[in-house]
């Protein structure tokens, strides 16, 4: 069925091109609100003619830019696979639609199912982006960055609770809940368990804003940063599009976090330039060599976080860290100054001592520290020993 020529139609964005990580029927099918619009490409005879006597109405030309900004995005697909990057920015089997008669229908293949959770997650992410930047345009958001309190130094926090305690500095995570173990705490206070973090020795915190997958929302960062928290607060949200960063710095966030395995070395590159103007931390995270080997080659980073988490299987193996930190991977680390987070699989003392020895600096936990009923001797539990100031 894949191989069927499509007509290139108008196309109808909507999430409901994205289907369900756990809902894959076979296709889908719908109303179409209008008739099959005359198409250029279809018709090369006609172009002149069309150029002269035909004027495109408003509507179709918001279309065609549709198709376009489609076009674009599978495009931006192929790069990223050129860089070993799996995870797809959105349905490759976005515009066109099929027609027969007054219905237009998308054919469900594996092409256009997510994955596994990350993918599902970033298409969500793209639909989700696209209706808030029409809904508060970029230009606005510059006018609120221009009167938005300073940001607090994040990566002068780590080293500081480094050099405080001889232990990696902690980036303590408010998160109610993660795709694979669902509701982690039920009498979810993201301002109180930011301040018992707080009060037991974090150094920074690690706020979660995403709303469908893990229960979290900028309101709970921008209430954490209002209420006097001092630590640093990362923004951990998807990042796909440069809109996001500014909005994160706008809601009170320190430092933001992209992740290697969603986007391109020119997203990056292009992102941490944004971050630096904002005076954003940018903390890169990284899963496999590769992903250490193209970020190593950007300029500029500080902070690089190993996620021992498998992408596409939710597996945790911490031996990921020392793997990826040996040899000419840690030797450059250190000529760049660049701290490194541990992230994911830290339950322990022996755990922390595990990462610090293969090189380590500083570490992001949640699941561990949020479940307990007093988040903050929860930190006392995972180094060992009270790092409390």
Request: with cysteine; proline share 5%; hydrophobic share 40%.
């Amino acid at each position: 069925m894949e191989g069927l020529v499509s007509l290139k139609a108008t196309p109808r964005i909507s999430f409901q091109s994205v289907p369900s990580f756990n809902h894959r029927p076979n296709f889908f099918i719908r109303r179409s609100t209008m008739n099959l619009p005359l198409r250029r490409s279809n018709f090369p005879g006609l172009r002149a003619q069309q150029s002269e006597t035909i004027s495109p109405k408003r509507g179709e030309e918001e279309d065609a830019l549709k198709v376009k900004e489609w076009e674009v995005g599978m495009f931006q697909n192929e790069v990223a696979a050129s860089q070993g990057i799996r995870i797809r920015r959105r349905p490759p089997t976005g515009p066109p639609l099929h027609y027969v008669g007054p219905f237009e229908f998308r054919l469900q293949n594996e092409g256009n199912t997510p994955r596994n959770i990350l993918e599902e997650i970033i298409w969500h992410k793209d639909v989700e982006v696209s209706q808030m930047k029409e809904k508060k345009p970029l230009a606005s958001l510059k006018k609120f960055v221009e009167n938005a309190a300073p940001t607090r130094d994040f990566v002068g926090a780590l080293k500081a609770a480094h050099s405080r305690t001889g232990l990696p500095g902690l980036i303590a995570e408010v998160k109610k809940a993660s795709p694979s173990r669902g509701i982690l705490r039920e009498d979810f206070d993201p301002v109180e368990i930011a301040r018992a973090y707080e009060k037991g020795g974090a150094a920074c915190l690690s706020v979660l804003t995403d709303e469908k997958y893990f229960k979290g929302s900028f309101k709970n960062l921008e209430a954490i940063r209002s209420a006097g928290v001092k630590c640093p607060l990362l923004c951990k949200e998807f990042v796909i599009d440069a809109w996001q960063i500014y909005y994160a710095r706008i809601k009170g966030a320190d430092a933001i976090l992209l992740i290697a395995a969603v986007l391109p070395d020119l997203d990056i590159r292009y992102m941490v330039k944004i971050c630096k103007m904002l005076g954003l931390a940018a903390l890169v995270e990284v899963h496999d060599e590769r992903e250490m080997d193209r970020v190593l080659g950007i300029k500029g980073i500080e902070l690089i976080g190993i996620n021992n988490r498998n992408l596409e299987t939710f597996e945790v193996d911490i031996s990921n860290t020392k793997k990826l930190l040996e040899g000419e991977r840690g030797q450059m680390i250190r000529q760049k100054d660049i701290i490194v987070v541990g992230e994911s699989a830290l339950f322990t003392p022996d755990d922390v001592a595990y990462v610090q020895e293969a090189g380590v600096k500083a570490v992001l936990v949640g699941e561990s520290l949020v479940k307990q009923s007093d988040p903050g001797k929860g930190i006392t539990g995972l180094f060992g020993k009270d790092i409390s100031l």
